[in-house]
Nanobody
Framework: QVQLVESGGGLVQPGGSLRLSCAAS????????IGWFRQAPGKEREGVSC????????YYKDSVKGRFTISRDNAKNLVYLQMNSLKPEDTAVYYC?????????????????WGQGTQVTVSS
């Protein structure tokens, strides 16, 4: 059974950092395009970042460019989202997902599997 599990969320002060992890069971992540999404209360889910299976393409939402970094650890079958200089507007539930394509300008296209999400709260 294909399963994605996010971890690493929590409460952090503005300007702080968190590293989210996306773990896979039932398949090998390095063969897949992986994306991070987030959903804040009362808002639609939005794409934050993605990385292609070949690692040739990455995408970042404009508001997180220069602050967030997506990466893989194939040996551990993990994908990370390093989040620095966090802002209150980054507060949301963060999800990882697999998709058909990671487009450098659009993000993750045609998602296929989702994790259950991890809460990130940025507040003083």
């Amino acid at each position: 059974q294909v399963q994605l599990v996010e971890s690493g969320g929590g409460l952090v002060q503005p300007g702080g950092s968190l590293r989210l992890s996306c773990a896979a069971s039932g398949f090998t992540l390095d063969y897949y395009n992986i994306g991070w999404f987030r959903q804040a209360p009362g808002k639609e889910r939005e794409g934050v970042s993605c990385i292609s299976s070949s690692d040739r393409n990455t995408y970042y939402k404009d508001s997180v460019k220069g602050r967030f970094t997506i990466s893989r650890d194939n040996a551990k079958n993990l994908v990370y989202l390093q989040m620095n200089s966090l802002k209150p507007e980054d507060t949301a539930v963060y999800y990882c997902a697999t998709g058909i394509q990671c487009h450098w300008r659009i993000g993750l296209i045609r998602t296929t599997s989702w994790g259950q999400g991890t809460q990130v709260t940025v507040s003083s």
